[in-house]
């Protein structure tokens, strides 16, 4: 039975003595003759039955809580490792993002030392074949100065080939 069911039986019994119990002639049926024996009974059945039938009902309603309060717990529990690891995710997030914005900023250091480098290196290749340049004219203006000096100096050239070398 569940609580109250017996209690619920027990009223329904008494309103049953009460129906079934005959008026008075005279009364015009407001009241009513009912064995007091039969009423006393059932009211002492109630008040055995009723502490028993409420604390069947505070217990069930304390389990419940209990229940409820241990859904709680958990839900909460549930919410706040959710919470934790959204942190995480954000935070591993966060690192990922600083990595990608530091490998960024070294791809672009990196990007600016070889325009530079490439610079440099073209800018020496040029001085140095300037350098050659000039190298080069100044020996061949000198080697012109010798030849004609040579040739202002030698005279007529023999034509033939006896030349000792």
Request: hydrophobic share 35%; charged share 30%; no cysteine.
């Amino acid at each position: 039975m569940q609580p109250g069911e017996e209690i619920e039986s027990l009223v329904d019994e008494l309103e049953q003595i009460v129906n079934e119990a005959k008026s008075p002639l005279m009364d015009n049926g407001q009241k009513k003759i009912v064995d007091s024996q039969d009423v006393y009974e059932i009211l002492d059945e109630i008040r055995r039955v009723f502490p028993q039938e409420f604390s069947d009902a505070r217990r069930i309603l304390k389990e419940e809580q209990e229940v409820l309060d241990r859904a709680q717990q958990q839900a909460n529990a549930i919410i706040a490792d959710a919470q934790q690891q959204a942190m995480i995710l954000a935070g591993d997030q966060e690192v990922v993002r600083l990595a990608q914005q530091q490998a960024e900023g070294i791809r672009d250091q990196a990007a600016q030392y070889e325009r530079d480098t490439r610079y440099n290196a073209e800018e020496y290749a040029d001085t140095v074949l300037a350098h050659l340049e000039e190298n080069l004219k100044s020996l061949t203006s000198s080697v012109s100065r010798v030849r004609q000096t040579l040739d202002e100096n030698s005279g007529p050239r023999n034509t033939t080939n006896n030349v000792p070398w």
